[in-house]
Structures are given as structure tokens and as C-alpha cells.
């Protein structure tokens, strides 16, 4: 906890029990009152429905050096979206392997992988992006890369929050980040329409009150039955593409999209939510085309933070082939690994209602063989049509944090595993895009769950930029 030089230079002459008792009651009285802060100021219709965590008594503090590489990282992502794009279009053209689009395509509707490669739509990108990062001893790892991501209005609020406690505190994209970078992404348009589905519909609230600060145009949430949009409006789709039928307005949303008389993001790319980017991007096959469109640096960023992963595609090998990376000749061959060699996640790829959160995803090491026996069975049957991933798993480091339990009153720590969620808004069109870094989101998770998300026992908290000063020292 951050305390004053000269407060403790002030009790330089008392006794070293009674001074480390005066600092800990100040340091215990400052958490419970930045705690209460925090309460105080959540909307009353809370942020998450029926969703609740842990209150940080302070931001996450990041090293200087790992916020310069996440504040690059937004302008790599971006591109990669863009060479994904590329890569799918030229594999429709046969201009790039065929496969490419087969795996991209899988389980889609005939009608939506049309309005993906409609005109309209040709050279749209996500307007909101931001990677799932976990920090290991090694390094930083994005596990995950969202396009249609929950938590923009909580970290909005956290920044805000967090702010009016302290403005020392460097956070990351500072009280109205967040709040700039989203209403960016909408460009000239005055009104801007948020379609929340039922199914997305614990995320309303934070989208509300996201709505409610934004004074520079006017922003509403609706359901997914509002059919009255006009021309030149904005829509904002917090939906997944796998939801379309159970959108009683999809149809005309993206027939109004697709005479352009409404602007729709993110657009209904569906290759674009696919984690089997991730497979494409370690593909040896592909090596050319990422050096090419994605630029032999980037493409070499990605590879290092990019877990290796792999498309469980059961496609019969040449008898003398073998998956890159891995003791098998065959996928089911993985059921045969011991305990210590499943090291792996293995994860629905994308088009799936359990394709986000952490639903359908499982850690090998963490099942016995007969269940990791059956998921591997599963992901086998899927391909085609609900297909799967494997990863490498990289176990992130440790870190400790403190929350202010509001029970008992106080101040408990916690030793955790940490997930950041930076979130990247692009402003811009075309070549003139750039994806801007607003804010971080932190979500720490108790040692003993290896798979992070947002969990009642997690803590969250924004993200700051760490400083060292003379002017304060921790205890």
C-alpha cells in the first residue's frame, strides 16, 4: 500500500511496534473507506445482473515496460484482423489454400457466410477489440481474442470509480478513456442503437450505464425485438453471430446493413470470431502470407505471445506424417497422454453458445483420462460443425493483490492468477485506422482455479501504470 514518505519520517521516533501498529490501522482505514467509495458509486442497477466480485482496495499496478508492449499490441491486433480477413477472402478465391475457408466456415449458415463476403461488409473490421492476457513467469499470453467483448461499461465504471479515490493513480486510459474510445468508434453518427440479445442480457446493465456517460450523441440499448431503425443510424451488435436466430430483428438488421442505410459493428464476419485464427497463424502452410501481410515483426510478436495451437481436424495423415509439436500421428492419439503430458487446452473454436466465458473449455492436466477421453472424443465428432482448438497451456505466474471484505471489515490478501483484459477502440477507416488503447481490466482469481473469468471470488480492479517516486515507498 502506497503511504507518504514524510508520514513516516513523522513517526520516526516512536517505537517500531507501535509505528508498524499506527501504519497498518491507517493503511486498514484507508481500504475501508476507498472500499465504501467504490460501493457508493455503483449504479443502482448494478453492472452485471445477478454478478457480483471482489472490491480492490486499489488499482493493479503494471510494470512501465509491459504497459509500453500492450499500448504497441493494439495496432498488431488489428492488422492481424485485417491479414485474417485477407487470408479468408483469397482462400474463397482459391487464391490461398482451400482449406483455410473450409475451417473458417465450418458449421456456418450458407446465408451469413454470403454477408460476410458481400460488398458492403468487404474490408469491415471489429471496432472494439481486446485479447484475454494472462502473465506468466516468461512473459504475457493471449489465450483468447475478442471481438464482440462484455466488460467495456464495468471497466469504464472501474476507471471512474478508482479515479475520484485517488488522482495519483495513473490509470491506464484515465476516468473518461473508455467512455471517448467507445463513443469514437461510431464516427459521425448522432444515434446509435445497442442490441443486447436475451442471451448476452447479463451484460445490459454495464451497457445502460455506459450509455448514460456518453453526452456527444445519443446512445440507447435495446432488445433484440427494436425494429425501428432509420437511415444513417448506428448499431452496435452485443450479440454473437451463433445467436442470429433466436434475433427476432437479424433479418432486417443486416438487410439494412447491407444496402448500407444503417452502419453495423462489429460486422457479421463470423470468421472473425473464430479462435482457429489462432491455429492459422502457427500453420507452417501459411508462413509466406503472414510475413507478408501481417510483416515479418509483427508476425514474430504474435508467434511469442500467442499460445502454439493447433485445429483438431481428423483429416487421415500419410503414414509417415505427425501433428507439429506433438507425440501423435492422430488425434486420437491424445487420449493416450499421461497426466503430465496434457498440458493442453482444448476449446470450442468458435459459433457455439459454449464458445465464450468458460464454457467449453478444459485444461488436460486438470481431468482424469476418462474424461479427457471424452472431450478429445467429442472435439473429434465436431469438426465441420462445431469445431475445436488445442492449445499449448502456459500456467500464469502468481501475483498478490488485497480486497476489502465488507463482512468482516477487512483488509484480506489474496495470492492469485491474473487475467487482463485491455480493451483497444478503432477509430478510422481503412489504412487510416488505429487502435487506441482506453483501459485495462484486471480479474485476479484464487491460486487453486485454473481457469480464470469472472468468478464471484475473483477480485477486479483497474489497471494502473506503476510509477517509482520519491514521494512514495510501499509497506
Not at 204 to 218: F, N
Not at 258 to 277: F, R
Request: charged share 25%; proline share 7%; with cysteine.
Amino acid at each position: 500500500m502506497a503511504v507518504l514518505w514524510h508520514r513516516s519520517d513523522s513517526l520516526s521516533h516512536v517505537n517500531p511496534l507501535t509505528r508498524a501498529f499506527i501504519l497498518n490501522w491507517e493503511h486498514s482505514e484507508r481500504a475501508k473507506a476507498n472500499a465504501e467509495s467504490i460501493r457508493k458509486n455503483l449504479p443502482e442497477e448494478g453492472l452485471f445482473a445477478d454478478l457480483s466480485w471482489r472490491t480492490a482496495i486499489e488499482p493493479f499496478a503494471l510494470e512501465p515496460k509491459l504497459v509500453r508492449s500492450l499500448e504497441k499490441l493494439g495496432r498488431i491486433l488489428l492488422q492481424f484482423y485485417r491479414a485474417l480477413d485477407l487470408l479468408y477472402r483469397q482462400s474463397q478465391e482459391q487464391r490461398a489454400p482451400h482449406w483455410v475457408a473450409q475451417w473458417l466456415e465450418a458449421g456456418k449458415p450458407r446465408e451469413l457466410v454470403d454477408h460476410a463476403l458481400s460488398k458492403p461488409f468487404r474490408h469491415a473490421l471489429p471496432k472494439v477489440i481486446r485479447p484475454d492476457i494472462l502473465l506468466t513467469e516468461e512473459g504475457f499470453i493471449i489465450s483468447e481474442l475478442d471481438s464482440v467483448p462484455g466488460g467495456i461499461g464495468l471497466t469504464a465504471w472501474l476507471n471512474r470509480a478508482y479515479s475520484k479515490l485517488d488522482a495519483s493513480y495513473n490509470l491506464i486510459g484515465g476516468a473518461r478513456g473508455m467512455l471517448d474510445g467507445f463513443s469514437g468508434i461510431f464516427g459521425p453518427r448522432k444515434r446509435v442503437r445497442i442490441i443486447v440479445s436475451q442471451e448476452s442480457a447479463t451484460y445490459r446493465p454495464e451497457m445502460a450505464w455506459l450509455c448514460e456517460q456518453i453526452k456527444d450523441r445519443e446512445m440507447t440499448v435495446q432488445d433484440e425485438h427494436c425494429d425501428d431503425f432509420e437511415p444513417g443510424e448506428a448499431v452496435y451488435r452485443f450479440f454473437e453471430l451463433f445467436d442470429l436466430p433466436q434475433i427476432p430483428v437479424a433479418k432486417s438488421l443486416l438487410r439494412m446493413a447491407a444496402d448500407e442505410s444503417i452502419v453495423l459493428t462489429p460486422p457479421p464476419k463470423p470468421h472473425l470470431e473464430e479462435k482457429s485464427g489462432m491455429a492459422l497463424l502457427h500453420n507452417h502452410n501459411l508462413s509466406s502470407f503472414w510475413h507478408q501481410h501481417l510483416g515479418g515483426t509483427f508476425f514474430e510478436t504474435m508467434k511469442r505471445h500467442v499460445p502454439y495451437t493447433w485445429m483438431i481436424d481428423p483429416t487421415p495423415l500419410p503414414p509417415q506424417g505427425a501433428l507439429p509439436g506433438l507425440p501423435c500421428t492422430d488425434w486420437h492419439q491424445l487420449k493416450n497422454l499421461s497426466q503430465r503430458e496434457r498440458h493442453l487446452i482444448l476449446k470450442v473454436s468458435g459459433f457455439s453458445e459454449r464458445a465464450w466465458g468458460s464454457r467449453g473449455v478444459y485444461l488436460g492436466s486438470d481431468l482424469s483420462s476418462e474424461a479427457w477421453s471424452e472431450v478429445v472424443d467429442q472435439a473429434i465428432r465436431g469438426f465441420g460443425q462445431e469445431n475445436h482448438i488445442l492449445q499449448r497451456y502456459h500456467k500464469p505466474r502468481s501475483v498478490d493483490t488485497h480486497y476489502y471484505d465488507f463482512k468482516t471489515q477487512l483488509v484480506v490478501p489474496m495470492t492469485g492468477r491474473v487475467r487482463l483484459c485491455p480493451y483497444y477502440f478503432v477509430h478510422g477507416e481503412g489504412d487510416q485506422a488505429r487502435a487506441t488503447l482506453q483501459g485495462i481490466m484486471a480479474t485476479i482469481c484464487p491460486n487453486d482455479k485454473k481457469i480464470i473469468h469472472g468468478m464471484t471470488d475473483a477480485v477486479i480492479a483497474p489497471c494502473s501504470k506503476k510509477e517509482f517516486t520519491a514521494a512514495r515507498h510501499t509497506t
